[in-house]
């Protein structure tokens, strides 16, 4: 299933995103980044999330992604979540990237890219790259609004939620 998708604003973000804060995942986190995705995913049916079938690195965040950050509400929910992986060698792809509901419109999404941003930076990567459901539409105006662009590939992954990506990429200054 593709990566970022769910991301935007949501009326009373502000308010909801009191007392959350943005740290490192670890991989005690997973139910709460399985059901934070899983949350995303229902927005856009007919997708699922097989977590043992399809994405099983849900299972241990922290251990099988090269850096992987979580926004943790006041109230433990994770709401949030990026993950960063080496694509090639001047390359990182943007992961794992959903803002719950109640928390879009706050600046969570923003934060989160501009955390993988400073991440790929600091490895000399000079380009980012994501993978996203054709059907993501709002993320996928996130994802412009950040000066990520389309590069005109897609891909069919043959999963159970019949899901096609579209590439983007980000040049970094």
């Avoid at 719950?100 to 490895?123: I, K, N, Y």
């Avoid at 539409?137 to 662009?149: F, I, K, Q, S």
């Avoid at 897609?154 to 983007?168: G, K, P």
């Amino acid at each position: 299933m593709s990566d970022g998708g769910c991301d935007g604003g949501a009326a009373g973000a502000r308010a909801a995103s009191a007392g959350a804060r943005l740290r490192p995942a670890r991989d005690d986190d997973s139910d709460g980044v399985i059901a934070l995705i899983a949350s995303c995913y229902a927005e856009y049916p007919p997708n699922v999330l097989d977590v043992d079938g399809e994405e099983p690195e849900l299972r241990a965040p922290a251990s099988r992604f090269e850096r992987f950050w979580v926004v943790e509400a006041a109230d433990g929910r994770i709401v949030g979540s990026v993950a960063a992986q080496r694509a090639g060698p001047a390359t990182m792809e943007l992961k794992k990237y959903y803002v719950a509901a109640d928390q879009r419109g706050g600046g969570w999404g923003r934060r989160l890219a501009e955390q993988v941003e400073a991440h790929a930076r600091e490895q000399g990567c000079t380009l980012l790259e994501l993978w996203s459901d054709t059907r993501f539409d709002l993320g996928h105006r996130v994802y412009e609004a950040l000066g990520y662009r389309r590069s005109g590939r897609s891909r069919e992954l043959h999963d159970l939620s019949q899901t096609t990506e579209w590439h983007f990429t980000k040049e970094l200054a």
